[in-house]
């Protein structure tokens, strides 16, 4: 997982010239202290979104995973008891509170 850090390493990078002037009128307008804070702050937004997307993707692929599948499928099948139990308290409990 990407965290904010202190310690800082110095990069150049070439930017389009609305992407720059965006970037100046979002800082104008508070959105980060300065260009610098502005483009770390994207990079981390980015990369933490692409890191998420990966955990979603390794989801997706447990579905088509037959033993997975059968896992759940018993993991389910052990707590239906309770998960009826369950069910019931709570239908209990809002009978008694109207």
Do not use: H
Request: aromatic content about 8%; charged content about 30%; glycine content about 2%.
């Amino acid at each position: 997982m990407i965290s904010k850090s202190n310690s800082l390493r110095r990069a150049t990078v070439d930017l389009p010239c609305e992407v720059w002037e965006a970037a100046e009128a979002a800082v104008r307008k508070g959105a980060a202290r300065s260009r610098n804070a502005l483009v770390a702050q994207a990079l981390i937004r980015y990369l933490r979104d692409l890191e998420e997307a990966e955990i979603d993707a390794q989801f997706a692929q447990m579905q088509d995973d037959p033993s997975y599948c059968r896992l759940m499928e018993q993991v389910a099948e052990e707590f239906s008891g309770s998960d009826w139990e369950a069910w019931r308290s709570a239908e209990a409990s809002r009978e008694y509170q109207a």
